[in-house]
């Protein structure tokens, strides 16, 4: 598609992204929406961004061009927008965020009335419209226009369901919240004390343009001296939109998402609530499907991308999933990856079993990942590129037993990645680079 990329339409705010495209997307959207008898009312949230108001502004615009009502959610994470979307009746959800991206991009995504992302189809209509608009006189008029108002009560509702989705309170608990100065800022820290956790919040105050700066999921230096500093037992990290989470433990040390699904998928098991296994995508540790295997639990591997993690978990009918970097889905309470759930059930484990989070992180041994980004001048070709595919097969003879090396083209840039993955770093990086540099000599630039 042209304008809808893997997670809607995305680029730098006011330069790929302009008011005027943004006014174009809530038109052709409206005018579907209404179109196809999907919903006459919108639920727009944002991140922190500075750019945030002035596209959410416009893409109000468009919306009540098209006659269609807009409740203006003010700064809400994605998972909120998709929840609080779910629950009002006639509606569908908007989102004007980067997730974790730098301040200066920005983008628009829109969430279905069931939860989801909107059908590729639908997209593909609105894609349609934005090229060939509605003519001013095919456009809602009068009394036709569509209303703007406040969404009431909206941030109460999302943390109240948030915390009946733990079946526990953690009092007791000590942790550093780090909010990526992004739309969690108030939400994350007012749910885990509402759960009844200690909690000290970092980078909790958004100016526009330190959103991710140094900071959140993709950041993790400063949530480790914080953990360290307060003698925490967690540290939990989101990024701008919340839709994933990174922790640390005691010590600082890293709990990414791997092993989260790992800590998340055994205690369900144990529990009796694990069904279909975990599905995950072909990034995802050595490591953690070793942990999944001894435990007996069967891992479901998809391409990357949380849309394809969950379009699998609804064919097999799994109940968890997700990605390496954060993204979790707990498929019976809610519809997409959500940081704030996730760091509440990780709590959950720590009070239910009584152990640490370092404890529950070692049952899964990481193997060390190499990753290496070649630009190329095209991906067509490098998988039929004889001297590409013998250095591709000379390397998984050395790794032959003890690692595995994937190669795929990247599905938002011109560049192929390398990821080199087994006990020996060392090793591993020169396998990548060898590799990187036959692949950069045949394809680049």
């Known amino acids: 598609m042209r304008y809808f990329g893997t997670d809607g339409v ?16 809530g038109l052709a959207a409206g005018t579907v929406l209404r179109r196809r008898g999907l919903a006459d009312t919108v639920l727009i949230g944002r991140d922190t ?7 959410q502004g416009a893409l109000t615009a468009g919306f009540c061009s098209a006659g269609v009502h807009v409740y203006d959610g003010g700064v809400l994470t994605t998972p909120a927008v998709a929840y609080l979307s779910m629950v009002t009746e006639g509606c569908v959800g908007a989102v004007v965020s980067a997730s974790h991206n730098p301040a200066g991009d920005n983008g628009i995504k829109f969430i279905g009335h069931e939860g989801y992302k909107l059908n590729d189809d639908v997209l593909e209509e609105v894609e349609a419209l934005i090229d060939e608009p509605p003519a001013p ?39 550093v919240a780090d909010c990526a100065n992004g739309a969690a800022s108030e939400l994350g820290p007012m749910a885990l004390r509402q759960a009844g956790a200690q909690v000290i919040s970092i980078h909790d105050q958004p100016d526009g343009w330190n959103i991710n700066r140094d900071c959140g999921s993709t950041h993790l230096e400063s949530l480790r001296e914080a953990v360290l500093k307060w003698e925490a037992q967690a540290g939990l990290a989101f990024d701008g939109d919340a839709d994933r989470l990174m922790a640390a433990d005691h010590l600082g040390r890293e709990v990414d998402g791997d092993q989260m ?13 694990l069904k279909g296994g975990i599905v995950t995508t072909v990034m995802s540790n050595i490591g953690m499907k ?72 070692g049952q899964m041994e990481r193997f060390p990942q190499v990753l290496v980004n070649v630009a190329v001048k095209t991906k067509e070709g490098w998988d039929e590129n004889p001297a590409i595919l013998a250095e591709i097969k000379r ?44 692949i950069r000599e045949q394809q680049g630039e």
């Open 10 to 25: 995305r680029g730098v705010a006011n330069l790929d992204l302009t008011p005027e495209l943004a006014f174009q997307v």
């Open 49 to 55: 961004r500075l750019s945030g108001q002035m596209l």
């Open 137 to 175: 006189a095919d456009r809602a008029s009068g009394q036709g226009l569509g209303w703007v108002k406040p969404f009431p009560g909206g941030e109460k509702r999302y943390v109240d369901y948030l915390v009946g989705s733990i079946g526990c309170r953690l009092d007791g608990l000590r942790v």
């Open 261 to 273: 699904m790992v800590i998340f998928g055994v205690h369900m098991q144990e529990k009796g609530e």
């Open 290 to 361: 070793q942990a999944c295997a001894r435990a007996g639990i069967e891992v479901l591997e998809t391409q990357v991308g949380d849309r394809y993690v969950l379009q699998e978990m609804l064919d097999k009918g799994a109940c968890l999933g997700g990605e390496q970097s954060g993204h979790i889905i707990f498929l019976r309470d809610s519809t997409t990856g959500d940081g704030i759930l996730s760091a509440l059930k990780l709590l959950a484990v720590m009070k239910e079993t009584g152990s640490s989070l370092e404890e529950l992180a």
């Open 395 to 438: 390397a998984e003879e050395a790794l032959a037993g003890s690692g595995r090396l994937l190669v795929r083209p990247s599905g938002t840039e011109a560049k192929i990645r390398v990821m080199a993955e087994g006990p020996d770093e060392g090793s591993l990086q020169a396998l990548a680079e060898a590799l990187a540099a036959v």
